[in-house]
Structures are given as structure tokens and as C-alpha cells.
């Protein structure tokens, strides 16, 4: 147990599929190079698959947690969580699809209060877009972190989302403009981007970070960052503006990123 709570960030979007869950896994192995002990909670009730991409079978998953907090028969924690590595811990989606429509959301931030001692940073994954379940997390967490892609239709949606942070006050969120996951999508440039969405881009993940083989990964349950040959030919290069971004995500100063590099 640690005497401080861990700082709970959610990746969320408006489009589906800009790279949200990459990210959130690479990022997780960005904490653990950090030294942070990490817990991946897996919001994306229907199509979630972190647990997947690690190659982790759990037995309970969210669906579970909820329900028996629900029930009155939650004992521990660790019944929930599986284990990637030392550094590492995954709470799953529901396996089964039907349990997606059974979630028991008003019992998150119990569950949030029960892990958030034991973790440095807990890293949340949503489904794309507003919902009910998405506000939710939004309000528990310490920081958004809002991926969008440059393309014309997410940059539309990006401006309502801006539009809405302004109208609810809520400032506590970092704009991520993910050029790694398509490099051939790069029609808008960083000042058009900033005009549309009247907001400013705080990080952008380049082309650099495109993985070729990201599948053979995910099929071996690897993360990218983690991997000592990617990381040497890859990641290291871009190592200064990781740890600053990671490290500014949880409100640590850098030690590392002796410069600004984006
Ligand atoms: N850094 C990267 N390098 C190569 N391919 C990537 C990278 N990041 C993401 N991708 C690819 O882009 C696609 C979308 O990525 P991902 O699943 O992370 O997006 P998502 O926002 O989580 O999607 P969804 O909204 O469906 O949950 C995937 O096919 C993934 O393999
Ligand atoms: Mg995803």
C-alpha cells in the first residue's frame, strides 16, 4: 500500500479506431521504464482487448468486480486482477459480450477507491464517443487523454469534444494528435489542426512510432515499448519526449527530457 493514490488517466476519443489502445498500452510500458507500478482497467465493454493483446486469459473481469461489489460479495481485489508482469496488472472487459449490458457502472469508483492505493498510475480505455459510461470515467479521473487523427471527420468531432470541455469547465486534459498509428494520413497541417478545433495540440506522436509488425506483438502478448529491440532501434530515440509527456501526464516533473521536442 502506498500513501499517496494513484493518478487515474483515461484514454478516450470521438472516432473509434485512432490508436487509443496502442497507445495506452505503450504507454503503460513508457511507466514501468518510469518505475511506476501500473493497472490497466479495460472500460471498452464490448470490444476491449487489452487483456487479449497481452495474452492474459482472465478468469473475472469488470463484469464480475461490479457485480459482486453490487452483490455484497467482493472480497479482494486481486480476485479481479491479472498479472502481465511485476510492473503490470489488467483488469479485463467482459468476455462475454452479454455481460456489457449487465455493467454495474455505479459501482466503478468503489472499485477505483479499492485499487487506487496499490497502483501509481491506473490507465483507463473507453469506447469512442460520449456516453453515459464515458462521463462517468471522465469525472473519477485525474486526467483525459483525448487521441485524435488527422482526418477531417474525427477533426470535426474534436472541435464539438473542445466545444464541451469549455462548456463544463473541465480543463483537466491533454490533446494527443496521433500521426504514428497512419503515417500516410497527414493532409492537415499542426496550424490547420489548431484552427479547426480552436484548441491547442499537446503532444503528437509522429510517424516515428509506427510499429510495422504490430500484430506479431500483440499476437505474443509483447508490448512494443517494452521490447528491447524496438525500443533500442525505435524508442529510445524518442525516449526524451516519452517520459516528459508520461511524466507530465501524472503531474511529475522530468527528469529525464532535458528539452522540448515537440
Ligand atoms: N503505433 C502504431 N503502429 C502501427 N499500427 C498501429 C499503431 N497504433 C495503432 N495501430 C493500428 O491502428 C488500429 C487502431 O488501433 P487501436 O485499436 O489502438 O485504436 P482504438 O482507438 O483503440 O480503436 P477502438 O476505437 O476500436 O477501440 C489497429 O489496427 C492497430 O493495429
Ligand atoms: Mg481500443
Not at 478468469?59 to 486482477?81: E, P, S, W
Not at 491479472?82 to 457502472?105: G, L, Q
Not at 516515428?208 to 505474443?220: A, P
Request: aromatic fraction near 12%.
Amino acid at each position: 500500500m502506498k500513501n499517496e493514490r494513484g493518478k487515474i488517466l483515461t484514454i478516450t476519443s470521438m472516432k473509434g479506431g485512432v490508436g487509443k489502445s496502442i497507445f495506452l498500452l505503450n504507454l503503460a510500458g513508457v511507466y514501468q521504464r518510469l518505475g511506476k507500478k501500473v493497472l490497466l482497467v479495460d472500460l471498452d465493454f464490448s470490444n476491449g482487448a487489452l487483456a487479449l493483446s497481452l495474452n492474459i486469459s482472465p478468469q473475472k473481469t469488470i463484469y464480475h468486480a461490479l457485480d459482486d461489489l453490487m452483490h455484497n460479495r467482493f472480497q479482494t481485489v486481486d480476485d479481479y486482477i491479472s498479472s502481465y508482469n511485476e510492473w503490470i496488472d489488467v483488469i479485463s472487459c467482459p468476455k462475454d459480450p452479454r455481460h456489457a449490458t449487465k455493467i454495474e457502472i455505479r459501482y466503478l469508483s468503489t472499485l477505483l477507491e479499492r485499487v487506487s492505493f496499490s497502483y501509481d498510475v491506473i490507465l483507463v480505455d473507453t469506447t469512442h464517443g460520449f456516453s453515459k459510461n464515458n462521463i462517468i470515467i471522465y469525472d473519477h479521473s485525474d486526467l483525459l487523454v483525448y487521441l485524435m487523427s488527422n482526418d477531417l471527420m474525427d477533426l470535426k468531432n474534436s472541435k464539438n469534444f473542445m466545444t464541451i470541455m469549455k462548456d463544463i469547465e473541465m480543463d483537466h486534459f491533454r490533446v494527443i494528435l496521433n500521426e504514428s498509428y497512419m503515417p500516410s494520413q497527414n493532409y492537415f497541417s499542426d496550424f490547420d489542426i489548431h484552427t479547426m478545433i480552436e484548441w491547442k495540440i499537446d503532444y503528437t506522436l509522429s510517424t516515428k512510432l509506427y510499429v510495422k509488425n504490430l500484430t506479431g506483438y500483440l499476437l505474443e502478448g509483447i508490448i512494443p515499448t517494452l521490447d528491447e529491440k524496438t525500443w533500442e532501434k525505435k524508442y529510445k530515440k524518442e525516449s526524451d519526449f516519452l517520459f516528459k509527456m508520461a511524466n507530465d501526464f501524472i503531474g511529475e516533473e522530468d527528469e529525464y527530457g532535458k528539452e522540448d521536442v515537440h
